[in-house]
């Protein structure tokens, strides 16, 4: 007997997650094409592109779904696949006619091929040929894989992975991305079946082209959902499978290999010269590290070169002498290969080493901008292991100088604390600091100054009114103060509250609403402090007058009680 569906929502549900099933009834509406066959289902969704979905059900009352989006090519279970699946499920009782029709429909046609001629047979697929482009390529490369002419299947492979068809612009947009996918695939699938037809010497060769030119242009597509990168992996793969199966020269191998990874074309088919141990042998991978150290040699600031001699030397046991002095050819400017090296040292048990090259990063680090953070954090955390809490203070108050801001103010404010340095001369010192890296006039244009966010961050509201009032506060700040003093100096924080609202007066939109009836509320609790109430009835009956045609602005102040 023909089943019916043999799942429900909640197995839907189950398997896509209740996220992507409440999105899939969105899509209700776009299921088009659907055919229900004796073993799957397939269907057509219309989303932000064109979708294929097709989904299965196991023997054991199991469901399986493939679609072709990016987020179903990742092996999910999208929201693409759940609204087929509730289409389904919404004409369940036709399912077993229709489930029945299409098994009959097999039935008959196999009988009727299985009664035709091969010369019938001959004829029908070539019917097909003329009418299919994409069928008559994919069989034409197979011909030409299966025949002796190397050079044919050369020139149709890279004729596949040309972006030119499809580079309106000169460049493959997003939305050709797909198409141009499904083209670089076929190129995939011929190299493996040149491989498979006993052809891996030819599919090597051919590989190691195809490589190349995808990695030429894939700088010139738009790979947002990942399509030409998933592409690109399976070239690599069925280079190395070609390399296994046909066994070619180590050396030669590893000169291309090397070469390759060391051409910016690599990034798009991310090759690992380690999958390759067993292809290169011990001869082969001597080879390459000879050319990648030679190679780093001749220019140690090449970023490419330095990562795979660094690769090989880790492959070899990781000579930290070695390392260090592949890093040290070239220093970052702001100490972060420095601290690189300390770490290395400090993993191989070389503490007073890695101290050392971390504090060279700080004497050597250039001045505009202070060394790294992660670098002085290192030096600190040694320093203050150590118990010297003094040096701690010396270090976070010279990257105080080199970049005032909060952060390293209360880094400087944490380690004289717990020195016991900090009220007095120290403190004093890291504000006229934070002052001196401002100007009075600066905090409007320029985000605020530190100093302020720091008097606030200490709770010196005093001197933070003052900072600001001199002109070291931007429209945030002063706002901030004005929340914090509101109860202690409600007069004060009422005309900034005040003069907040009036920009917003001429604005529309809901954060423009919803900062006005903030605001509004700040007023009122500083009129209720002051003991004028009425007062704050008349300027909300005034603005709201000045505001009325705002009907979405009054809905907001209505809903705040205002």
């Given at each position: 007997?023909?089943?019916?569906?043999?799942?429900?929502?909640?197995?839907?549900?189950?398997?896509?997650?209740?996220?992507?099933?409440?999105?899939?009834?969105?899509?209700?509406?776009?299921?088009?094409?659907?055919?229900?066959?004796?073993?799957?289902?397939?269907?057509?969704?219309?989303?932000?592109?064109?979708?294929?979905?097709?989904?299965?059900?196991?023997?054991?009352?199991?469901?399986?779904?493939?679609?072709?989006?990016?987020?179903?090519?990742?092996?999910?279970?999208?929201?693409?696949?759940?609204?087929?699946?509730?289409?389904?499920?919404?004409?369940?009782?036709?399912?077993?006619?229709?489930?029945?029709?299409?098994?009959?429909?097999?039935?008959?046609?196999?009988?009727?091929?299985?009664?035709?001629?091969?010369?019938?047979?001959?004829?029908?697929?070539?019917?097909?040929?003329?009418?299919?482009?994409?069928?008559?390529?994919?069989?034409?490369?197979?011909?030409?894989?299966?025949?002796?002419?190397?050079?044919?299947?050369?020139?149709?492979?890279?004729?596949?992975?040309?972006?030119?068809?499809?580079?309106?612009?000169?460049?493959?947009e997003r939305a050709d991305a797909r198409a141009y996918r499904r083209q670089a695939a076929e190129a995939v699938a011929a190299l493996r079946a040149l491989t498979a037809g006993g052809r891996s010497a030819d599919a090597?060769?051919?590989?190691?082209?195809?490589?190349?030119?995808?990695?030429?242009?894939?700088?010139?597509?738009?790979?947002?959902?990942?399509?030409?990168?998933?592409?690109?992996?399976?070239?690599?793969?069925?280079?190395?499978?070609?390399?296994?199966?046909?066994?070619?020269?180590?050396?030669?191998?590893?000169?291309?290999?090397?070469?390759?990874?060391?051409?910016?074309?690599?990034?798009?088919?991310?090759?690992?010269?380690?999958?390759?141990?067993?292809v290169l042998g011990e001869p082969g991978l001597a080879r390459a590290r000879d050319i990648a150290v030679a190679a780093w040699r001749a220019d140690p600031k090449g970023w490419a070169k330095k990562h795979l001699v660094?690769?090989?030397?880790?492959?070899?046991?990781?000579?930290?002498?070695?390392?260090?002095?592949?890093?040290?050819?070239?220093?970052?400017?702001?100490?972060?290969?420095?601290?690189?090296?300390?770490?290395?040292?400090?993993?191989?048990?070389?503490?007073?080493?890695?101290?050392?090259?971390?504090?060279?990063?700080?004497?050597?680090?250039?001045?505009?901008?202070?060394?790294?953070?992660?670098?002085?954090?290192?030096?600190?955390?040694?320093?203050?292991?150590?118990?010297?809490?003094?040096?701690?203070?010396t270090v976070r108050r010279d990257l105080l100088r080199a970049r005032p801001s909060l952060a390293t103010y209360q880094h400087v404010r944490t380690a004289a604390t717990a020195a016991g340095t900090w009220e007095g001369?120290?403190?004093?010192?890291?504000?006229?600091?934070?002052?001196?890296?401002?100007?009075?006039?600066?905090?409007?244009?320029?985000?605020?100054?530190?100093?302020?966010?720091?008097?606030?961050?200490?709770?010196?509201?005093?001197?933070?009114?003052?900072?600001?009032?001199?002109?070291?506060?931007?429209?945030?700040?002063?706002?901030?103060?004005?929340?914090?003093?509101?109860?202690?100096?409600?007069?004060?924080?009422?005309?900034?509250?005040?003069?907040?609202?009036?920009?917003?007066?001429?604005?529309?939109?809901?954060?423009?609403?919803?900062?006005?009836?903030?605001?509004?509320?700040?007023?009122?609790?500083?009129?209720?402090?002051?003991?004028?109430?009425?007062?704050?009835?008349?300027?909300?009956?005034?603005?709201?007058?000045?505001?009325?045609?705002?009907?979405?602005?009054?809905?907001?102040?209505?809903?705040?009680?205002?």
């Amino acid at each position: 007997m023909t089943r019916s569906p043999g799942f429900d929502e909640t197995d839907l549900r189950r398997l896509a997650g209740a996220r992507s099933f409440e999105r899939g009834r969105g899509y209700l509406s776009a299921v088009t094409r659907l055919d229900i066959g004796a073993e799957s289902i397939t269907a057509t969704v219309d989303g932000s592109d064109t979708y294929e979905v097709e989904l299965t059900e196991d023997g054991d009352g199991g469901l399986s779904a493939w679609c072709d989006c990016p987020y179903g090519q990742e092996g999910n279970f999208c929201k693409h696949c759940v609204a087929v699946g509730l289409t389904v499920l919404a004409q369940a009782g036709a399912v077993p006619r229709q489930r029945s029709a299409a098994a009959s429909r097999t039935r008959a046609l196999d009988t009727w091929l299985d009664s035709r001629t091969r010369e019938e047979l001959l004829a029908l697929v070539r019917e097909q040929l003329a009418e299919d482009r994409g069928l008559r390529r994919r069989l034409e490369l197979r011909a030409a894989a299966a025949g002796e002419d190397a050079g044919v299947v050369r020139e149709r492979i890279l004729s596949l992975l040309d972006t030119r068809p499809f580079a309106r612009y000169g460049y493959v947009e997003r939305a050709d991305a797909r198409a141009y996918r499904r083209q670089a695939a076929e190129a995939v699938a011929a190299l493996r079946a040149l491989t498979a037809g006993g052809r891996s010497a030819d599919a090597v060769r051919v590989a190691r082209e195809a490589l190349t030119e995808l990695g030429r242009s894939y700088g010139e597509i738009d790979d947002s959902d990942g399509l030409i990168g998933d592409v690109a992996t399976e070239l690599a793969a069925t280079h190395l499978e070609a390399c296994r199966t046909a066994r070619p020269d180590p050396a030669e191998t590893a000169e291309w290999l090397v070469h390759h990874l060391l051409d910016d074309v690599h990034h798009a088919t991310d090759i690992d010269l380690s999958d390759y141990q067993d292809v290169l042998g011990e001869p082969g991978l001597a080879r390459a590290r000879d050319i990648a150290v030679a190679a780093w040699r001749a220019d140690p600031k090449g970023w490419a070169k330095k990562h795979l001699v660094e690769r090989f030397l880790r492959a070899d046991g990781g000579d930290v002498d070695a390392l260090v002095a592949v890093h040290a050819a070239d220093l970052a400017p702001n100490g972060r290969t420095h601290l690189v090296i300390a770490k290395e040292l400090g993993a191989a048990g070389r503490a007073a080493e890695a101290l050392e090259w971390a504090e060279r990063g700080l004497r050597e680090v250039v001045p505009d901008g202070g060394p790294d953070d992660e670098l002085v954090a290192f030096v600190c955390e040694r320093y203050a292991r150590a118990g010297r809490l003094a040096d701690v203070v010396t270090v976070r108050r010279d990257l105080l100088r080199a970049r005032p801001s909060l952060a390293t103010y209360q880094h400087v404010r944490t380690a004289a604390t717990a020195a016991g340095t900090w009220e007095g001369a120290e403190r004093a010192d890291a504000l006229k600091t934070l002052k001196a890296a401002a100007h009075p006039g600066e905090g409007r244009w320029c985000g605020g100054s530190a100093l302020v966010d720091a008097l606030l961050d200490d709770g010196d509201l005093d001197a933070a009114w003052q900072a600001a009032a001199d002109g070291y506060a931007d429209q945030r700040q002063w706002l901030a103060l004005a929340d914090a003093v509101r109860d202690q100096r409600p007069a004060d924080a009422l005309t900034v509250y005040l003069r907040g609202i009036e920009p917003l007066r001429s604005r529309t939109g809901d954060g423009a609403y919803a900062r006005m009836a903030e605001l509004l509320l700040g007023v009122r609790a500083c009129h209720r402090a002051l003991g004028t109430e009425a007062e704050f009835a008349t300027y909300l009956a005034a603005l709201r007058a000045d505001q009325k045609r705002k009907r979405k602005l009054m809905a907001v102040l209505d809903q705040h009680g205002l």
